[in-house]
């Protein structure tokens, strides 16, 4: 059990871990008591509620502490399992706290935070599915095509190098994803080089051989 949604039931009796783990919200469970750290999701929650027990208590006003936060993680538990938090959300937002703190740089900071929402969560995914298969080498293609309406790999034997084909125009905006999507994914022994707009001329395949609508590189 990593969290308090999980194999959660109405007998469970909640309370807060004298020695809570940095890096796990609940452990330490035995029968129907979960010690949970509340600092990892919940801590702005438990230090308003701290504080105005503490203020109730210096008026000499009995309070059950004990019995408030274990009904406080039921409600909390069960609004877990309404709005479908998940594992797998829970490893994006740690994902999303990592690029935030500048562990993948500030160039990666910079370009993802100029996304979409949407655009943000396809990254934070393709992140997780990178480290989940070794970091896979066609993770930069698999990440790159749905980003752009039209996008294809190609491989210059002759001069060693790839070359990514995007159908889109070369605005900030999209060079800014395409960067992103570099220092996240790409092999940096490799060259590679962006081809915008306009695709070169390959021959045997006809929709790139249009004139007017071809480039020389």
């Given at each position: 059990?990593?969290?308090?949604?999980?194999?959660?039931?109405?007998?469970?009796?909640?309370?807060?871990?004298?020695?809570?783990?940095?890096?796990?919200?609940?452990?330490?469970?035995?029968?129907?008591?979960?010690?949970?750290?509340?600092?990892?999701?919940?801590?702005?929650?438990?230090?308003?509620?701290?504080?105005?027990?503490?203020?109730?208590?210096?008026?000499?006003?009995?309070?059950?502490?004990?019995?408030?936060?274990?009904?406080?993680?039921?409600?909390?538990?069960?609004?877990?399992?309404?709005?479908?938090?998940?594992?797998?959300?829970?490893?994006l937002q740690m994902i999303d706290d990592d690029i935030q703190s500048g562990r993948f740089g500030h160039k990666v900071k910079e370009n993802y935070n100029h996304l979409a929402l949407?655009?943000?969560?396809?990254?934070?995914?393709?992140?997780?599915?990178?480290?989940?298969?070794?970091?896979?080498?066609?993770?930069?293609?698999?990440?790159?095509?749905?980003?752009?309406?039209?996008?294809?790999?190609?491989?210059?034997?002759?001069?060693?190098?790839?070359?990514?084909?995007?159908?889109?125009?070369?605005?900030?905006?999209?060079?800014?994803?395409?960067?992103?999507?570099?220092?996240?994914?790409?092999?940096?022994?490799?060259?590679?080089?962006?081809?915008?707009?306009?695709?070169?001329?390959?021959?045997?395949?006809?929709?790139?051989?249009?004139?007017?609508?071809?480039?020389?590189?």
């Amino acid at each position: 059990m990593a969290h308090i949604w999980e194999n959660y039931n109405t007998s469970v009796d909640f309370s807060i871990s004298d020695k809570p783990c940095p890096y796990q919200e609940v452990y330490g469970a035995g029968g129907n008591f979960i010690s949970v750290n509340p600092c990892i999701r919940y801590y702005d929650i438990f230090e308003k509620i701290a504080g105005r027990i503490k203020q109730e208590q210096d008026k000499d006003v009995d309070i059950d502490y004990r019995g408030i936060v274990n009904i406080l993680f039921h409600v909390l538990a069960n609004i877990d399992r309404i709005k479908g938090f998940n594992k797998k959300f829970a490893v994006l937002q740690m994902i999303d706290d990592d690029i935030q703190s500048g562990r993948f740089g500030h160039k990666v900071k910079e370009n993802y935070n100029h996304l979409a929402l949407g655009e943000k969560y396809h990254i934070l995914r393709y992140i997780n599915i990178y480290y989940e298969n070794a970091q896979r080498r066609n993770v930069f293609y698999e990440a790159l095509k749905p980003l752009y309406s039209e996008a294809a790999l190609f491989y210059d034997r002759r001069e060693d190098k790839f070359l990514i084909y995007i159908a889109d125009e070369d605005s900030d905006y999209n060079k800014a994803k395409l960067d992103l999507l570099k220092n996240l994914f790409w092999d940096f022994n490799k060259k590679l080089e962006a081809v915008w707009k306009n695709c070169f001329g390959i021959v045997g395949v006809d929709k790139t051989m249009i004139i007017g609508e071809t480039q020389i590189i």
